[in-house]
């Protein structure tokens, strides 16, 4: 059964950090993208970041730059995002999505999903 599943997620304080992860099972890493998506209450799901088969990484968003970092390893089957000052308005389901070989900025594109982990950043 091809399968992704997400956790790390949970409840921050403003500025504080999380680590999510990504695993898959039934299937490799190595030729595909993975995409880190999130939707807020009442707002579209929007990607986050990616990380594409040759280790290129892309960030949706100016102020995710400098904050998260997504990083792979294909050995382990597991993406990561890891994601630093966080701030409220970061607060979200993310999820974990895959497609052979490069990013796309779209979410139709992507085939396999996870169910989410829940993220929120509240004081």
């Known amino acids: 059964q091809l399968q992704l599943v997400e956790s790390g997620g949970g409840l921050v304080q403003p500025g504080g950090s999380l680590r999510l992860s990504c695993a898959a099972s039934?299937?490799?890493?190595?030729?595909?993208?993975v995409g880190w998506f999130r939707q807020a209450p009442g707002k579209e799901r929007e990607g986050v970041s990616c990380?594409?088969?040759?280790?290129?990484?892309?960030y949706y968003g100016e102020s995710l730059k400098g904050r998260f970092t997504i990083s792979r390893d294909n050995a382990k089957k597991v993406v990561y995002l890891q994601m630093n000052d966080l701030k409220p308005e970061d607060t979200g389901v993310y999820y974990c999505?895959?497609?052979?070989?490069?990013?796309?900025?779209?979410?139709?594109?992507?085939?396999?999903w996870g169910q989410g982990t829940q993220v929120t950043v509240s004081s």
């Open positions: 990380i594409s088969s040759g280790d290129v990484t892309t």
């Open positions: 039934g299937f490799t890493l190595d030729r595909r993208a």
């Open positions: 999505a895959t497609r052979t070989w490069s990013c796309q900025g779209s979410a139709s594109t992507y085939v396999y």
